[in-house]
């Protein structure tokens, strides 16, 4: 059976992240968040204090960064970093960061390579537009501004994280701005994108409509 591509994309806290992981593991591929690789990219830029404005200093940094992802686990020049960059100042400023052309190839380049054989889902902004415009299936999830806002804030309360429900949904309105607006592959759902709206479904029931989407669409049955 041919090893797909399956883009999802969608703007923040729509839920794709644990959509994308469950579908990954259903099929038995492998899960790229992409989110999570310029959420390291803005640590790195933090963490070296250079001003997140500055694409060429940024260009310089990448130069020499080693960034390796293995399953849900990141690993920025060998120090385990995936819950730092879901930090309050790593989401204040990715999308100021991953706005820069020269961070955006650098990390698009990334992700080709990632999945060139097939067998993976990616969860992003600009996967089935830019990164693989040719994706076997590609999803647009998406939910309404209040659902999304509420889930995220369900989900710093759990990791200890201290924020107010209106901060939370300031941030998603502000950032959703930034990536929609931006001039290098901005956040639009692709023309032959399936919209699904998970206002009133869970992880399972998205999983299970995608699921469907992909049989319809390529003809193939899955043991999942
Ligand atoms: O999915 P997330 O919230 O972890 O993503 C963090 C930021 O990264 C988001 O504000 C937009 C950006 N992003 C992007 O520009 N392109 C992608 N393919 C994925 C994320």
Redesign the pocket.
Known sequence: MKKLIIAIDGP?AAG??SVAKLLAERLNYLYVD???M??CITLLVLKNKVDVEDEDEIAKLLKDCNLSVSKSFFILNGEDVTHEIRSKKVSDN??VV?AHPKVRMEMVNKQRELAKDGGVVLD????GTF?FPNADVKIYQTANTETRSLRRYQENRAKGIDTSLEEVMQDIIK?DKM?STRLLAPLMKAEDAVLIDTSSMNTEQTVNKIIDIIKTKTGEEFND
């Open positions: 923040a794709k992240s992409t989110g999570a310029y959420r990715v999308s991953c992003g902004r600009d996967i990164v950032r990536d």
